[in-house]
């Protein structure tokens, strides 16, 4: 995937100071680059003799196809003075992207009693001019560039509108139908597409194995190194070699049939049929794959590959995903619960060194392929994006890791604020028994980013929607 594009048009209005706008241009821009994210600015340099948009409707025209042209993932209009808001509100409609509004506090009148910029007076303007033009957007609180409730509302919306780029472009690689008995992996995927745009990209078991026995025939470099990562990562003592060359090979042909789909996830019916067809279970190499950034999902769970992609963009892809069975909740802690699954959890996660890999442990003929071991704990975010009768929601809650007994399978127990309040929500519904989660708190930007997905509501159980909001003007978590 291509490096993230933000349009950067900074505005004024021709009232004001030109000389103080200029200078907010490139303050606001040196500041945008010390935050060190991993995307590109896409400037106004060169359209017009000071990079700024201001009210002149024919170099308007040209900022638009500029920002189409370079195929920018989002907007920036930072209001250097007033502003042009009709400007504004003409270029956020046509590019039809995410976008930030925001302007640096003004400074104290002039001795003369002159006002340099009114910023803030601008973005009342351009915020209700935005609304006109049926331009959902973005707002942080009029601050100072050097102030921390800039860059934590600028860092939250690149990733929200991150998010927003993958969910747009989806295409789920969907690999077997859901189980026969598994109902609540039911989806409705016409649905999908016509809401959403998400495309299901559906083969069968039998074309993953004749993949997989195709890539198993031959030393290819993909093989090799998939089965030279197997070997130093995990202790595979149990299952021996000819299970790691399979395993590897069903890893190999899944990634590559993603590549060919341009599938960014991946939905595998591994209950059971594929340990018949194959000898073995996919667990690994779901792991494996998810560690790469191609998150793939259990029991043909579309709506789970669906949060995968949404929480991984979320961490700009700088994290791994884990997808998990909500199983028991905990012995002792009253608030804890137990997330698992056989043995899909990325082995970057895993606590132990070389975790073991191993025959499956609930079927009576024992197919290998299952990673096992506890992955670690600490602050993350757990999330489920989930429908039913037309209507869309994602889940939202923290949780951080705690103690508890062994299990066998991939697993971690973690404490919540208040469990019976998030199981009635979870059975009530529209929710199923798995979730996604990450070792980030980025709630914030999944919240943000349902700004800019019609039909998609955000449904945090903690921190609650009023929290959110405030931790977004420059509060803390209480």
């Not at 905990?330 to 699954?341: D, V």
Request: charge should be negative.
């Amino acid at each position: 995937m291509r490096t993230f594009k933000l349009g950067y048009a900074p505005t004024r209005r021709f009232v004001f100071s030109a000389e103080d706008a200029f200078k907010y241009k490139v303050l606001i821009r040196q500041k945008m680059e010390s935050f060190g994210l991993p995307i590109e600015i896409v400037d106004l340099e060169g359209l017009n003799k000071e990079g700024l948009l201001y009210d002149d409707l024919y170099n308007a025209e040209e900022i638009i196809k500029h920002f189409q042209h370079q195929e920018v993932d989002a907007v920036f209009f930072p209001h250097c003075n007033f502003g042009t808001e009709d400007m504004v509100g003409r270029v956020a409609k046509a590019i039809g992207k995410p976008v930030l509004l925001w302007g640096p506090r003004d400074e104290a009148p002039l001795e003369d009693g002159m006002r340099l910029r009114d910023t803030q007076c601008g973005l009342f303007a351009t915020g209700k001019i935005l609304r006109r033009f049926n331009v959902p957007f973005t707002y942080i609180t009029n601050s100072r560039v050097d102030d921390p409730v800039f860059e934590r509302g600028f860092r939250n919306f690149v990733a929200a509108a991150n998010v927003v780029r993958h969910f747009r472009s989806m295409r789920i690689l969907q690999i077997g139908p859901r189980p026969t008995s598994f109902w609540t992996m039911m989806c409705n995927e016409g649905e999908l597409l016509e809401r959403f745009g998400i495309e299901i990209y559906p083969i069968t078991l039998e074309d993953i194995k004749r993949a997989s026995l195709k890539a198993a025939a031959k030393d290819s470099p993909e093989l090799l190194e998939a089965i030279q990562y197997i070997k130093e990562k995990l202790d595979y003592t149990e299952v021996g070699e000819e299970a790691v060359r399979k395993i590897a090979a069903l890893k190999v042909a899944m990634k590559n049939y993603a590549i060919q789909s341009n599938s960014t996830a991946i939905a595998i019916q591994c209950w059971s049929s594929l340990q018949d067809a194959m000898g073995i279970m996919p667990c690994l190499a779901n792991a494996i794959l998810t560690d790469e950034q191609i998150p793939v999902t259990c029991e043909t769970d579309i709506h789970g590959a669906i949060t995968s992609i949404m929480v991984q963009a979320a961490s700009m892809n700088a994290a791994p995903t884990f997808f998990a069975d909500l199983t028991i909740r905990h012995p002792e802690n009253p608030n804890g619960e137990l997330l698992f699954h056989c043995g899909n959890f990325p082995v970057s996660l895993s606590v132990e060194e070389k975790p073991k890999l191993r025959k499956h442990f609930l079927f009576d003929d024992h197919s290998p392929g299952t990673h096992e071991g506890e992955i670690k704990g600490g602050a993350m975010t757990l999330a489920r994006f989930d429908g039913d009768h037309g209507e869309y929601s994602i889940f939202l809650g923290k949780a951080k890791g705690i103690e508890g007994p062994y299990t066998r399978g991939s697993y971690v127990w973690v404490e919540v604020n208040d469990w019976p309040l998030w199981e009635e929500k979870l059975v009530k519904g529209p929710y199923v028994h798995h979730a996604v989660g990450i070792h980030q708190d980025v709630i914030p930007v999944l919240f943000e980013a349902c700004t800019y997905i019609p039909g998609l509501i955000a449904d945090p159980v903690d921190p609650t929607v009023s929290e959110i909001q405030s931790w977004l003007r420059g509060n803390e978590w209480k």
